[in-house]
């Protein structure tokens, strides 16, 4: 049997910068940014108060009335549901309602997510906890917390809280029976998730696949705990260029929050139905650094095996240049997060995957003007790759203004790159590295039949 081919045939994001394709594109190119005050709870006091927020979303306006279903949802996977949905339309499966107009077998059709914890009910858990403190004893009475929790709190948003709920509303909502799983593998979660989905169309256990992630952390924990890492920046008085990958003066990642998803699709089944495929999906590679839980190998190594494990099932030399005397990847998505270890570390391992060659692809960043979307990144990333082949354009990294020496790749510095009179946009990577020393790729190429 010949080796299965896997296409994009739909995308979808929700992103700080809004939620429809081509305008949060626009606003890439023209390297804006998203960043602003926190607005979702009083974060004055807070070291870092800034980040990219999603604002003005309301599911009911992608779905209509099937958000109706959906109204206990978290806010991440309502973000998702409306990701799934632009993709479900853009692949010609159905309408936004979730409805099924395509001639397809949905117990073919599964949902591979990166999706993170649900909705936190501060407000009463930690009322419950004061209340039941008893200082004399130091110790919380249990008895009296289970009363007033159980009073407080609801069972509906206490199982929202978990992160396979987004796998959940997505299957019911489009009615998929097939595989489903859900990954934590942090910031590169929806990366392993697209890459994982790609996998299980190649060896046919699915024909298609919704593939993505969702996450926000833009909440009074999830700050905080990032914080006291001194992983984010502090640039109170400045956040719209706060977040600086590849600059000297960087000082930490901007949190920022959405979703990204993605129909994933073997070749042949596309066709079959008249789908148009986006790009194609070369190849996936996933490591571990076997390190430190923080701390990135220092030498990247865990990051070039990702990288050359992707490029290796796509058939591609990384030192063997093009036609045109280029890479043979033009465009590399960076993890890029900007903060002080990450990006000098990447820069390397790039450079000890292309050699001669690293310094002629573009290298850069989107975090720089979305932030830091946790684990829907990657996906949000994978999709801005796909348009680079579709527009012959790279987005730039944004606040470069004073270079890392040891930054010195072309990060496409603050003005968006447009490469369609050098022969466009064929290949790109997609780099995601989470805590903990998860490394991830995803190679595509422009599909050509």
Not at 331 to 345: K, L
Request: aromatic share 6%; hydrophobic share 40%.
């Amino acid at each position: 049997m010949s080796a299965r081919r896997v296409v994009i045939t739909g995308m979808g994001w929700v992103t700080p910068f809004g939620h429809d394709l081509e305008t949060v594109w626009a606003r890439l190119l023209a390297g804006e940014s998203a960043i602003g005050p926190i607005t979702k709870f009083d974060a004055s006091t807070f070291a870092t108060n800034f980040g990219g927020e999603v604002r003005g979303f309301d599911l009911a306006r992608v779905m209509g009335g099937a958000a109706a279903n959906h109204e206990r949802a978290g806010e991440g996977v309502k973000f998702a549901l409306a990701a799934a949905s632009m993709a479900w339309r853009q692949a010609g499966l159905g309408d936004a309602t979730g409805r099924l107009t395509a001639d397809v077998n949905l117990s073919r059709m599964g949902v591979y997510m990166g999706s993170g914890e649900g909705p936190h009910d501060y407000d009463n858990f930690f009322a419950a906890s004061l209340a039941a403190w008893r200082e004399e004893g130091r110790a919380v009475d249990t008895v009296e917390w289970a009363r007033l929790a159980l009073d407080r709190m609801t069972a509906a948003r206490e199982i929202e809280q978990e992160p396979n709920l987004s796998i959940s509303h997505i299957a019911r909502a489009f009615g998929c029976g097939g595989p489903a799983y859900n990954c934590m593998t942090a910031c590169a979660a929806s990366t392993q998730a697209s890459g994982e989905a790609y996998e299980i169309i190649k060896r046919g256990d699915a024909d298609l696949m919704f593939a993505g992630g969702e996450h926000s952390m833009l909440h009074i924990l999830g700050m905080t705990g990032f914080i006291r890492l001194t992983a984010m920046s502090t640039r109170r008085d400045d956040y719209a260029t706060a977040s600086r990958p590849f600059s000297r003066t960087r000082d930490g990642f901007v949190m920022g929050e959405g979703a990204g998803v993605l129909v994933l699709e073997e070749l042949d089944h596309a066709l079959a139905r008249g789908a148009t495929p986006l790009a194609e999906v070369a190849g996936y590679g996933s490591t571990a650094d076997a390190y430190r839980i923080t701390d990135i190998q220092p030498e990247g190594k865990g990051a070039q095996k990702a990288m050359l494990a992707a490029l290796r099932h796509a058939g591609i030399d990384p030192r063997e240049p093009d036609g045109r005397g280029r890479a043979p990847v033009q465009y590399i998505s960076a993890h890029g997060t900007g903060t002080p270890e990450n990006d000098g570390i990447e820069t390397a391992a790039v450079k000890g995957v292309f050699g001669p060659l690293a310094d002629k692809a573009c290298f850069c960043s989107l975090k720089s003007m979305t932030g830091h979307l946790i684990q829907a990144a990657g996906a949000v990333e994978l999709i801005a790759c796909v348009l680079a082949i579709r527009d012959g354009k790279i987005p730039p990294t944004i606040n470069l203004d004073d270079p890392d020496p040891e930054c010195d790749l072309d990060h496409v510095p603050n003005v968006a790159r447009d490469l369609t009179d050098e022969g466009g946009v064929e290949v790109c990577l997609s780099n995601s590295f989470g805590f903990g020393g998860q490394n991830d790729t995803i190679c595509v190429r422009r599909y050509r039949g």
